[in-house]
């Protein structure tokens, strides 16, 4: 069925935009799921760089030696000989945080990057520590920002994105060379991957009810999701419901968007709506791969989607807004709204191209000088672009 996605694309133009990211006395953090192509895309970037550069992972015994009991004189003389350090993720090394910061205040004109899938130990281990001495990256499965500069406008909106709903988006998946190596690709992403990173940090222990909670949530795409009703429904504490959710997202398997209010009586704010960060993963926990055509969640697919594609673009293109979505009691609702530069931005996303849709009057009322636009397969490219 499917137009085929080069292999590799991605990682050029990304490999590239890592040189405006370095700066001397940095520490360049690259958060993002396991298989999103961190590692191809350090591969890429060293084969075109001249720096004088250590590359290394985590699990270098010897590497962790030396970060284990951060001694000065060690970590300066092991850091002096080069220009560039390199260590694929970082979140295995005890003590990576405090060794990082003492390098890049000892050694002069050093550029590190560091990766991690796990962002909460990645970010716990180096936060405190290189307050100031960091910027961070996430790189999130392959964009259609990224595809667009190689594919038509036309394949875009139709074959190619036909691919997207149903697949997703991480770079392995989208290479197999047919529908069933892609399925056979994201469940193991799924399965050996993500949910792996969850259940073994934090000690979280039950599997089962780990992919329930998920198959809940992938279910509820596109509606606010109710703490007390998932822990009913699975039979575990609120509490934990809470915990869970947080280490998914953490973890980058889903990500959470908060109701918009100004406090107005009409309006919901209290429960979140959760997206999965890739929606090939949504349809490996529920297994459905069924043709759009054949599909009565298109409209979920399409709303998961376009807000994933639309955050990726954001963080790529630097577009710094809060999001929400907007709900009020007596049903008015609008999907997106993205609050920047002190003006709101309203954005409903529709499949059905057929079925009008009218910029709500209580929008506009409640709030001066707000925009609203309605985001189809006809038009999404110049919102994600």
Same mark, same amino acid.
């Given at each position: ?18 040189? $405006? ?46 970060? &284990? ?17 390199? %260590?694929?993720? #970082? ?6 945080? +405090?060794? +990082? ?13 560091? !990766?991690? $899938?796990? &962002? ?27 595809? &667009? ?28 060379? !047919? ?9 193991? %992403?799924?399965? $050996? ?25 992938? =279910?509820? %795409?596109?509606?606010?999701? $109710? ?41 919901? &704010? ?20 069924? #043709? ?5 969640? %298109?409209?979920?697919? =399409? ?9 990726? !673009? ?45 910029? +709500? ?14 985001? !189809? ?9």
């Amino acid at each position: 069925m499917s137009l085929q996605i080069q292999k590799q694309i991605q990682y050029f133009d990304r490999a590239h935009n890592l040189n $405006s990211l370095l700066q001397p006395q940095k520490v360049l953090v690259i958060y993002g799921p396991r298989q999103a192509g961190k590692t191809s895309l350090l591969k890429i970037f060293t084969e075109k760089n001249t720096l004088k550069t250590f590359q290394s992972t985590g699990d270098d015994m010897k590497l962790k030696t030396i970060f &284990s009991e951060p001694d000065f004189d060690g970590l300066i003389s092991f850091a002096k000989d080069y220009e560039l350090l390199i %260590i694929d993720e #970082a979140q295995n090394i005890p003590n990576i945080g +405090l060794g +990082l910061k003492i390098i890049v205040d000892h050694v002069e004109n050093i550029k590190i990057i560091v !990766t991690g $899938s796990a &962002s909460f130990e990645l970010a716990g281990q180096i936060g405190e520590p290189l307050v100031g001495r960091k910027r961070t990256y996430t790189l999130f499965p392959l964009s259609v920002l990224e595809l &667009s500069k190689y594919y038509t406008p036309h394949q875009l909106q139709n074959e190619l994105l036909e691919q997207l709903l149903l697949f997703g988006c991480y770079p392995e998946v989208l290479t197999a060379e !047919t529908d069933r190596k892609k399925r056979e690709a994201l469940m193991e %992403i799924t399965d $050996s991957y993500l949910l792996k990173d969850v259940l073994a940090l934090e000690k979280t222990k039950s599997p089962k009810i780990l992919r329930d909670l998920l198959q809940l949530l992938a =279910w509820q %795409i596109g509606n606010e999701v $109710s703490l007390t009703e998932l822990s009913n429904s699975l039979n575990i504490d609120y509490k934990t419901v809470a915990r869970y959710l947080d280490l998914l997202e953490k973890a980058f398997v889903i990500v959470s968007v908060s109701g918009f209010s100004r406090n107005l009586r009409k309006e919901i &704010s209290k429960k979140d709506k959760y997206f999965f960060l890739d929606i090939g993963i949504r349809n490996a926990i529920i297994e459905n791969f069924n #043709a759009i055509n054949l599909r009565n969640d %298109i409209g979920q697919l =399409w709303e998961n989607f376009i807000f994933l594609e639309r955050m990726k !673009t954001r963080t790529y293109k630097r577009i710094y807004a809060n999001q929400y979505f907007w709900r009020t009691w007596d049903k008015k609702e609008i999907d997106l709204i993205e609050e920047r530069d002190g003006k709101l931005y309203g954005y409903e996303f529709k499949w059905n191209v057929k079925k009008k849709v009218k910029p +709500l009057k209580l929008w506009f009322d409640t709030y001066d000088n707000a925009e609203f636009k309605v985001i !189809t397969p006809k038009n999404y490219l110049d919102f994600i672009s």
